[in-house]
């Protein structure tokens, strides 16, 4: 029932941003942990970023730490990642992730819900 849907993805040149969105429905948005999660061809799913239910605790992986950051309007059940200096290793699908409950924030198999994700491009 719950549904994410991703959008904001695009070609970019390196050293460029972008903002991706998510929006949830059918869910209690407010209660979820968020989190995005981002694919490249030929490579496993890893973990980019995760917020809390209220927005006050943040994590990042090491490799957009200081780049990305990940921001969520409960009011509009809507998670962001604003993602800036873009580089080409960058590239990938990116997916959004809700959990209801606490668990280990950088696996996959602690998410109930994922979008179909946007793809991110970005050109050296």
């Known amino acids: 029932q719950v549904q994410l849907v991703e959008s904001g993805g695009g070609l970019v040149r390196a050293g460029d941003s972008l903002r991706l969105s998510c929006a949830a429905s059918g869910g209690t948005f407010s209660n979820y942990r968020m989190a995005w999660f981002r694919q490249a061809p030929g490579k496993e799913r890893e973990f980019v970023a995760v917020i809390s239910w209220d927005g006050v605790i943040t994590n990042y992986a090491a490799s957009v730490k200081g780049r990305f950051t990940i921001s969520r309007d409960n009011a509009k059940n809507t998670v962001y990642l604003q993602m800036n200096s873009l580089k080409p290793e960058d590239t990938a699908v990116y997916y959004c992730?809700?959990?209801?409950?606490?668990?280990?924030?950088?696996?996959?198999?602690?998410?109930?819900?994922w979008g179909r994700g946007t793809q991110v491009t970005v050109s050296s």
């Open positions: 992730a809700g959990a209801r409950y606490s668990g280990t924030y950088y696996r996959e198999n602690a998410y109930d819900y």
